[in-house]
C-alpha cells in the first residue's frame, strides 16, 4: 500500500532577518533592481538558513514578501526586509514579510468544498432561484437635437415676443 503523506511538514528552524537589498541591487543596471533583489533575498536566505549546497531553488519567497519588493516598481527596490524564515525537515525555506497574514495550506479539492457549505447559503441560492427579478422600467425616449438647430429656436423665440 502507498504510505500517506504528511499534511504539515515540520519546522526545523524559524527566525527573524533583517536583509539589507542596496548593495546587491546597486551592482546592476536600473531597469534590473527589483529582480535582482528578489534574487538576493533567496541567497542571503540560503546562507543563512543552511539550505544544502546554497541552492535557491530551495528558498521560498511569501507572496507579501515578493509584493513588497515589487512595491515601487522595478527601478526602485527596499533598502531594506524584515522577513520571517522557517526551515522545515526537507530542507525547504519559506520566507514571508514580518507582519504578513499567515495563510493556511490548501485541502485537497473535491467532495471536502461541496459538504462544507452552510446551510445559510443553501438558502439563499434557493430564495434567489424563486423570487423572479423586476423589469426595468422603460424611459420615453428623448428628442435629440444638434447644436445647429438650438440657437434657431432662441432666436423663434425672440420673434415671438411682440416689439414695442
Not at 519546522?11 to 546592476?28: D, M
Not at 530551495?58 to 524564515?85: C, D, M, Q, S, T
Not at 493556511?104 to 423570487?131: F, H, I, L, M, N
Not at 447644436?147 to 414695442?164: I, L
Amino acid at each position: 500500500m502507498a504510505k500517506k503523506k504528511d499534511a504539515q511538514p515540520k519546522k526545523v528552524l524559524e527566525r527573524e532577518y533583517n536583509i539589507p537589498l542596496r548593495k546587491e541591487w546597486l551592482k546592476v543596471p536600473k531597469y534590473k533592481r527589483s529582480k535582482k533583489a528578489a534574487k538576493a533575498v533567496k541567497e542571503f536566505l540560503a546562507k543563512h538558513m543552511k539550505v544544502e549546497e546554497r541552492d535557491i531553488r530551495k528558498v521560498k519567497v511569501g507572496k507579501y514578501l515578493n509584493e513588497f519588493i515589487w512595491k515601487h516598481g522595478i527601478k526602485n527596490p527596499p533598502h531594506h526586509v524584515k522577513v520571517n524564515a522557517e526551515k522545515d525537515d526537507k530542507g525547504l525555506v519559506k520566507a514571508e514579510l514580518v507582519g504578513a497574514p499567515k495563510e493556511e495550506p490548501k485541502e485537497e479539492k473535491g467532495k471536502k468544498k461541496k459538504e462544507e457549505k452552510k446551510p445559510e447559503a443553501k438558502a439563499k441560492e434557493e430564495k434567489k432561484k424563486e423570487t423572479p427579478k423586476p423589469k426595468k422600467k422603460e424611459t420615453p425616449e428623448k428628442k435629440e437635437t444638434s447644436k445647429k438647430e438650438q440657437p434657431k429656436e432662441k432666436t423663434a423665440k425672440k420673434e415671438e415676443k411682440p416689439s414695442k
